[in-house]
């Protein structure tokens, strides 16, 4: 097998896993909110079902998924998709994605149930976690807007912006702290990440066109 054909047959499978990432994230996520004792997605962020004794699950989704990215900006990447901005764009939210795993937010707002119903201590952790998050939300905003702009004036360059322009906003009304910003923020998260995960797949094969 040569060393281009060795390349070929792995690109599929590199993108496949990137592709994985999103359906795993946000099926989890919505698991989790409704069946975790205490969660109320308009008052806790996605984030905080990294805590208390089932947290494992939220970790490994955001490790897991972190990786699942990363190979789907590999895929990109070895295809010659996206051009130079996609991968680089989706590492960075796959990197994010990992590092959040790893570095759990704060508890607060009577979750975990026990913890006091006020906002939480940032911790050197939470402060990891939030600044890792934060790199990986900018990324699916800048992905969105930057890639739709290969596809001129159609209509799915148009849902491009919309998706990064509602995960603005969603992550502004977020930091805020005004009321139901955690579920705007997981709407934008999943209205941009869906448009990034089938606009990888339209790369893919403009690419081999």
Same mark, same amino acid.
Do not use: N
């Given at each position: ?42 008052r ?15 970790? &490994?989704?955001? +490790? ?8 789907? @900006? /590999? %895929? *990109?990447?070895?295809?010659?998709? #996206? ?24 508890p607060?707002?009577?979750?975990p ?15 990891v ?11 699916m905003i ?12 159609? &209509?799915?360059? +148009?849902?491009?912006?919309?998706g990064?322009?509602?995960? @603005? /906003? %969603? *992550?502004?009304?977020?930091?805020? #702290? ?26 893919e ?5």
């Open positions: 097998m040569t060393t281009l054909e060795a390349r070929t047959r792995r690109r599929p499978a590199l993108l496949t896993a990137g592709l994985a990432a999103a359906p795993i994230w946000i099926l989890l996520a919505v698991v989790q909110a409704a069946t975790r004792t205490g969660f109320d997605l308009t806790h962020p996605v984030s905080m079902l990294s805590l208390g004794e089932l947290g494992w699950i939220q970790i &490994s989704s955001f +490790v897991v998924t972190g990786v699942l990215t990363l190979c789907g @900006a /590999a %895929g *990109l990447y070895a295809t010659g998709a #996206g051009g130079v901005w996609g991968p680089r764009l989706l590492g960075v939210q796959g990197a994010g994605l990992v590092v959040a795993g790893l570095f759990p937010a704060d607060g707002f009577a979750f149930p026990g913890t006091p119903d006020l906002p939480g201590t940032m911790s050197a952790a939470g402060a976690h939030l600044a890792a998050a934060s790199a990986s939300f900018l990324a800048a992905f969105c807007f930057v890639l739709s702009r290969r596809f001129g004036g159609s &209509s799915w360059a +148009v849902a491009g912006r919309a990064g322009a509602l995960l @603005a /906003a %969603g *992550l502004c009304w977020a930091m805020s #702290g005004a009321a139901g910003g955690p579920l705007a923020m997981f709407a934008g998260v999943v209205a941009a990440w869906a448009w990034i995960t089938v606009t990888m797949t339209k790369l094969r403009a690419a081999q066109a």
